[in-house]
T-cell receptor, first 113, second 115 residues
Framework: AQSVTQPDIHITVSEGASLELRCNYSYGATPYLFWYVQSPGQGLQLLLKYFSGDTLVQGIKGFEAEFKRSQSSFNLRKPSVHWSDAAEYFCAGNTGTASKLTFGTGTRLQVTL | DAGVIQSPRHEVTEMGQEVTLRCKPISGHDYLFWYRQTMMRGLELLIYFNNNVPIDDSGMPEDRFSAKMPNASFSTLKIQPSEPRDSAVYFC?????????????FGAGSRLTVL
């Protein structure tokens, strides 16, 4: 079955530290992959997306993600975390037009000062 | 662009009552999605429309749930009768579709509490 997996339910990092959130995918073909962020009481906001081409994609708020076919991964990174980055992060994937987006279970990020 | 607009933002109702959630997608978007978010089950796709036509409703929990999209600028999700286990945040999202992958824009959600 097509799916994305986020193995970490909860991560805590110190402000200013680097961040990496893990996402693994399982698709027959190369999927389209996304990272969304959800702040408390808010909807989901798109951080970045990967369709094809350059495997390192840049997003908003200083985030980036790298598509690694050999590891079936699409991990989200940020070199220096800010307290305002505390939120829940969702990895998602689909196979293109008119297909539904499948979400991972999310990773809750806590930032300590 | 005002984004995807959902109403109401919060709804508290009693078991057995009818609940109607509303969504206005982004103008020009061909696809509309209804998701439900709970702590136990995460984000679940309930149904999605393409050009106002329901394409996949396999995620709708049961016959108590129904969704309509009478025109390109409006959709409703109705629960009748509501039950406490329907308590969740319901999100509407839209996307431009056409060629390439869907990039969904989400509304702020409607938080439903059924007592």
């Amino acid at each position: 079955a097509q799916s994305v997996t986020q193995p970490d339910i909860h991560i805590t990092v110190s402000e200013g530290a680097s961040l990496e959130l893990r996402c693994n995918y399982s698709y027959g073909a190369t999927p389209y992959l996304f990272w969304y962020v959800q702040s408390p009481g808010q909807g989901l906001q798109l951080l970045l997306k990967y369709f094809s081409g350059d495997t390192l994609v840049q997003g908003i708020k200083g985030f980036e993600a790298e598509f690694k076919r050999s590891q079936s991964s699409f991990n989200l990174r940020k070199p220096s975390v800010h307290w305002s980055d505390a939120a829940e992060y969702f990895c998602a994937g689909n196979t293109g037009t008119a297909s539904k987006l499948t979400f991972g279970t999310g990773t809750r990020l806590q930032v300590t000062l | 662009d005002a984004g995807v607009i959902q109403s109401p933002r919060h709804e508290v109702t009693e078991m057995g009552q009818e609940v109607t959630l509303r969504c206005k997608p982004i103008s020009g978007h061909d696809y509309l999605f209804w998701y439900r978010q709970t702590m136990m089950r995460g984000l679940e796709l309930l149904i999605y429309f393409n050009n106002n036509v329901p394409i996949d409703d396999s995620g709708m929990p049961e016959d108590r749930f129904s969704a309509k999209m009478p025109n390109a600028s409006f959709s409703t999700l109705k629960i009748q009768p509501s039950e406490p286990r329907d308590s969740a945040v319901y999100f509407c999202a839209s996307s431009p579709g056409s060629s390439g992958a869907n990039v969904l824009t989400f509304g702020a959600g409607s938080r439903l509490t059924v007592l």
